[in-house]
């Protein structure tokens, strides 16, 4: 059985993280997914590089590129406009984070491109969404980590903290993926296509809704406490003698477990710690408890008495630990993939998600930069020396 998306082709104007990675997604559940580029190569092939004659490998593009194809164009000449035509007829779905005012000079505006294929599918990712004040400012992952109040949260009281993960990025592509499957769903029964709209704002508040709704209903201001969990204790980072682990505690069974393994039963019954949310209050106290625990043990002697104990907990992993890890190597949570100019095969995370019964994951490496130009030229229709002619005017 091949992948659920077999026969779709996407196009994917997407740049960075949260367009690129919702077109990867479909590609990695069977979508045909052409990356539309910059003629000299777009700024996103080049973040984090890794490898190449002149550094010039990027591993985020690595990553969000696979299983892709590559087309070079400048949708900015006349020339270019008509390509995206022929090409937009053949497509089921077009992918763009990009301005607004961008789209409609490029052509892939919802507008135009119905103009072109009335059930076509736009998947629109943004800063803060189509309209509201805010439509037209541009923006990356971390002004979403910081205006949904999830910074403040975080860090201290006297500073906010980031997280160097992008989250809001890598969440708001998977949202665009999912309303993408819906909108092909719905397509499939109606045979109307739509636009569907994600954003780094919207995302960003609702991972955050939880903690934006107690604000509303009980006015707390919570501020940061660093590793240390609001609503149940505890939860926290805590330090061993030879490294650190984290560990969690939600729910009375649990922490009736915990506080018997730490040699603390009467805490059991005592009305300080009679609910989770009381446990977060006093989360110093029982914090303070477990960092003398973790402080007489090894990571490896702390980890094995709290599996024992059946109390979730796990290691702080270095990078480095983390590739190394037994159960990533078990399961192939990475593919090694060989990628011209690296000096040894990269490890690019395969698909989170599995399905039973369809394909899905890391079939090819990603492209080279135009390296199915004239391959997908020559399918719209245009002969090679109308090609080169094309590629000397730096259209393609």
Known sequence: ???????????????????????????????????????????????????????????????????????????????????????????????????????????????????????????????????????????????GQAMSGAMDFSGDPEEPARTQVPYVDFGTALFAAFGTMAALIERNKSGQGQMVEASLFSTSLAFNNALLMEQSLKNINRRGRNNMGFHSAPNDVYQTKDGWIVLMVVGNPLFQRWAIMVGEPDWVDDPRFATDQKRGDHGHLISERMNQWCAERSTEQALSELEQARVPAGPVFKAQDALDDPHVKARQLFKMVEYPGLSKPAPVSDTPVRLSASESGIRHRAPLLGEHTDAIMQELGFEPAQIEDLRKARVV
Do not use: H, W
């Open 1 to 143: 059985m091949g992948g659920v998306l077999d026969g779709v082709r996407v196009l994917d104007f997407g740049r960075y993280i949260a367009g690129p990675f919702c077109a990867t997604m479909l590609a990695d559940m069977g979508a045909e997914v052409i990356r539309i580029e910059k003629i000299d190569g777009s700024e996103d092939r080049f973040v984090l590089p890794v490898g190449g004659e002149n550094d010039e490998i990027g591993a985020g593009f690595l990553q969000m590129a696979r299983n892709k194809k590559c087309l070079t164009l400048n949708p900015m000449k006349p020339e270019g406009r008509e390509i995206v035509k022929k090409l937009v007829a053949t497509a089921d779905v077009v992918v763009a984070n990009l301005p607004i005012p961008t789209l409609k000079a490029m052509g892939i505006d919802y507008d135009s491109l119905k103009a072109i294929k009335s059930d076509i599918i736009l998947t629109m990712v943004s800063a803060f969404g189509v309209d509201g004040p805010y439509n037209e400012r541009v923006g990356f992952d971390l002004l």
